[in-house]
């Protein structure tokens, strides 16, 4: 590529992984695409992560650290900004990246330069390799508020840059676990945008999340407590109506997001509650999560949402709310010999 700049810039934030990191970069410069770049933002590792980096010469690899520890969930905002690149694409320090599908990505990718924000599926089994979406409704029903695992995701860098909400984001949103989803809803309510399918990434298994403590979560913030999801889809729904949709597009949306969250919040902590692996990462225990405590969170939930103050009345959400625990009960019901 004769432009100075690389196409793709892959970021990375990290800290304190300098094992899995190595080879995750060795990884991406095995690869022979000359337009790539990885960028790495250390956040002020102790496990010699900027030495070892040292090592690696490539003119395609950039190392950048902070002054001080600002956490993981800023992190990987403030890598991306460090991005040289047309596009940047998001890989977290735990999970890998399959080189034999870079070309194919970047190749997607430089067909549908007018992309402004997208993720790669981690899960998908289909053969379609990409979806795309307008502007506006299309884009953020698709790409936003899914709570998704942050890596793949991806961004044209100048629009991801000039993001008003970025600001917010370091500042008054900082704390908050799913700020990528806001960000994604915002640039996609003006912005194209597109689903990526095919296998670029490898995550981490449960069982290799087992051997280490998250070093992000501890137990008075773990993202997917109840009353966690309550605030973290409360949030969500508050934040559907500052984007310039359509009235009747935001109730369409309100209504995915608040069954989302529904589930989220109490079929979903029942069976992460179950799993051994995941609940060694957090450094938990097992919990038996009964049919009753559901029942108690989805009300805590329900009640939630009716108290927060959006541009609906109180009768509108009440018949929200009845269509969608009809549909709750009679799911949970029919699943409950198996949960």
């Known amino acids: 590529m004769e432009d100075k700049n690389p196409f793709l810039s892959i970021c990375i934030p990290t800290y304190n ?48 650290s902070n002054e001080k520890n600002i956490g993981g969930l800023l992190n990987g905002f403030k890598a991306l900004q460090y991005a040289k690149g047309f596009f940047s694409l998001l890989c977290l320090d735990k999970d890998f990246i399959n080189v034999e599908k870079l070309q194919d990505f970047e190749n997607i990718l430089k067909k549908n330069i007018d992309i402004d924000v997208g993720f ?45 909400i970025l600001k917010i984001i370091f500042t008054e949103n900082k704390d908050f676990f799913f700020n990528v989803e806001l960000l994604n809803a915002e640039l996609a309510s003006y912005g194209n945008g597109m689903i990526v399918n095919i296998p670029l990434f490898i995550l981490e298994t449960e069982k290799e999340a087992a051997a280490f403590s998250t070093l992000t979560y501890n137990k008075n913030n773990l993202f997917f407590l109840p009353n966690q999801r309550i605030k973290e889809y409360c949030f969500y729904i508050t934040h559907i109506y500052i984007l310039p949709l359509k009235k009747f ?33 957090y450094s938990m225990t097992v919990k ?27 009768l509108q959400k009440i018949i929200i709310l009845i269509k969608l625990y009809i549909y709750f009960l009679y799911y949970f019901i029919k699943k409950m010999v198996i949960l």
């Open 17 to 64: 992984r300098i094992i899995r990191l190595q080879k995750l970069v060795l990884n991406i410069l095995s690869s022979p695409l000359q337009d790539i770049e990885i960028v790495i933002l250390d956040n002020c590792s102790t496990d010699n992560t900027l030495n070892i980096l040292k090592e690696i010469k490539d003119k395609r690899l950039s190392v950048y």
């Open 120 to 164: 790669c599926n981690l899960f998908f089994t289909g053969n379609v390799e990409y979806n795309r979406y307008y502007a506006g409704f299309d884009a953020v029903i698709h790409l936003a508020y899914l709570s998704k695992h942050p890596s793949g995701t991806f961004y044209k860098s100048s629009i991801y840059k000039n993001s008003n």
């Open 288 to 314: 038996k999560i009964s049919s009753i405590d559901c029942f108690i969170y989805s009300f805590r939930y329900l009640s939630a949402f009716l108290n927060l103050n959006i541009d609906m009345n109180y």
């Open 249 to 281: 597009e935001k109730v369409k949306l309100l209504k995915k997001v608040i069954k989302q969250g529904l589930f989220s919040s109490t079929i979903e902590y029942k069976n992460i509650m179950k799993n051994k692996n995941i609940l060694q990462h």
